[in-house]
T-cell receptor
């Protein structure tokens, strides 16, 4: 079945450091890919998405490119801030044939801690 | 516009009891999905409803059930609660069945 694998955390960085969180997926067909962020005590917020190969999603300085050849969707940010400290989830849209099932498949999440 | 609203935010129940959680989607969204989040298992899909019909169901026992009303509001019910049901339950809604907006969740503690 379809699956998502994220790098294990926690990831600890100093403010203004470069961030990469690796995400790879296994899927049949052409799923859409997402990054969600979860702050303490809150639900998930959509950070960015990409719906087809070579698409780049971007938001709030974060970027990720849909790489079908390497089945990856790595999250990057050039300069992290303390306020970026949160848990980040990579996800894909589950499909049956070419239709979305309404189900998202999530990775295990990566905790990011940014120190001043 | 208002986001996805889940009630209650926190809930404490005793083993063996049942519980009902509520989710009000964004106005106009007809797809509602539910997820269970635990430290050990992460985010797991429970079920998805579209226009009052359950379209997809995750791998959970029959104690977990849900429904959707004509106004798209959804409820999920867990009967005969077990300690392992303690989790954050997240609801998400979508217009397209693809771009989901999540609520803040209901934190259920079973004692």
């Amino acid at each position: 079945g379809n699956s998502v694998t994220q790098m294990e955390g926690p990831v600890t960085l100093s403010e203004e450091a470069f961030l990469t969180i690796n995400c790879t997926y296994t899927a049949t067909g052409y799923p859409s890919l997402f990054w969600y962020v979860q702050y303490p005590g809150e639900g998930l917020q959509l950070l960015l998405k990409a719906t087809k190969a070579d698409d780049k999603g971007s938001n709030k300085g974060f970027e990720a490119t849909y790489r079908k050849e390497t089945t990856s969707f790595h999250l990057e940010k050039g300069s992290v801030q303390v306020s970026d400290s949160a848990v980040y989830f990579c996800a894909l849209s589950d499909q049956e044939g070419s239709s979305n099932t309404g189900k998202l498949i999530f990775g295990q999440g990566t905790t990011l801690q940014v120190k001043p | 516009k208002a986001g996805v609203t889940q009630t209650p935010r926190y809930l404490i129940k005793t083993r063996g009891q049942q519980v009902t959680l509520s989710c009000s989607p964004i106005s106009g969204h007809r797809s509602v999905s539910w997820y269970q989040q635990t430290p050990g298992q992460g985010l797991q899909f429970l079920f998805e409803y579209f226009s009052e019909t359950q379209r997809n169901k995750g791998n959970f026992p029959g104690r977990f059930s849900g429904r959707q009303f004509s106004n798209s509001r959804s409820e999920m019910n867990v009967s005969t609660l077990e300690l392992g049901d303690s989790a954050l339950y997240l609801c998400a809604s979508s217009w397209t069945g693809l771009n989901y907006t999540f609520g803040s969740g209901t934190r259920l503690t079973v004692v």
